[in-house]
């Protein structure tokens, strides 16, 4: 999963991350989502980041 946003401004990774996966806890509890790649940016770190992270 990929999340763009100014709501990671000044987060650091693993609070991205925390923000992410904690409306998803009970999905994950009843196995409904088993694995999850998260990937967290704010807009100005995403225009910096995609190059690198998206095939052209």
């Known amino acids: ?4 946003g100014d709501m990671f401004d000044g987060m650091s990774r693993v609070k ?5 996966y904690a409306p998803l806890m009970d999905k ?5 989502i088993h694995a999850l790649s998260i ?4 807009d ?3 225009k910096r980041e995609r190059k690198f992270l998206l095939p052209s």
């Open 39 to 42: 990937k967290a940016f704010t």
């Open 1 to 4: 999963m990929i999340a763009v």
């Open 16 to 20: 991205k991350q925390q923000a992410i």
């Open 28 to 32: 994950i509890a009843s196995n409904a």
């Open 44 to 46: 100005a770190e995403w």
